[in-house]
């Protein structure tokens, strides 16, 4: 239960908990993680929409390896083509090798959405600046987190992304 709910929250400063400084839990397995996949939905959306619930028909499942967070700074990049406009969906595993305090930023030029488990951790969506790094620091710790990044198609319907992972180093808890 601990870990589950480390997993659902992200530390905020204006509301500050106890477990704050605690490292957001991975799982043990890869096992444990979903099949990664990309998913598309089309349409034309204000927002980000969530895409996260369940699977739906035209997911596109792989064999894509988790990230593996083991250098000081790892960068995920993906770019998604799309027939039409929409919004698109890539579920991806990250490996943390060793726990510590981490800087995760977002760079696209859409409008887009990263969670981490079930938490929304960068929110680039709702009036931010397009293509502005949007970053957050969190502690994460050893084991395999599940990560989603969900963003609008743009201009010739693509969705391209940055994840940039750069370790901090420890954290004394």
């Known amino acids: 239960m601990r ?23 991975g799982y043990q397995s890869v096992d444990e993680l979903d099949k990664p996949f990309d998913r598309q939905v089309q349409g ?15 997911d596109h499942a792989h064999d894509a390896s988790p990230l593996v967070l083991e250098k000081e700074q790892t960068t995920f990049a993906g770019k998604f083509k799309c027939e039409t406009s929409g919004a698109v969906m890539m579920s991806r595993g990250v490996q943390v090798v060793e726990s510590g305090r981490y800087l995760i930023s977002l760079q696209t030029k859409a409008k887009a959405f990263v969670r ?39 201009e010739g319907n693509e969705f391209a992304v940055q ?11």
């Not at 480390?6 to 704050?20: C, F, G, Q, T, V």
């Open 116 to 154: 981490l488990h079930e938490a929304g951790i960068i929110d680039a969506d709702f009036k931010k600046d397009r293509g502005v790094s949007t970053e957050i620091e969190l502690n994460l710790g050893d084991g395999y987190h599940p990560l989603s990044i969900t963003g609008l198609t743009g």
């Open 44 to 58: 034309q959306f204000e927002y980000v929409p969530d895409l996260s619930a369940g699977s739906m028909k035209g």
């Open 3 to 25: 870990d589950q709910v480390l997993r659902l929250r992200i530390p905020n400063d204006s509301a500050r908990r106890p477990y704050d400084p605690e490292f957001i839990p």
């Open 163 to 173: 994840l940039n992972f750069k370790r901090l180093g420890s954290v004394a808890k």
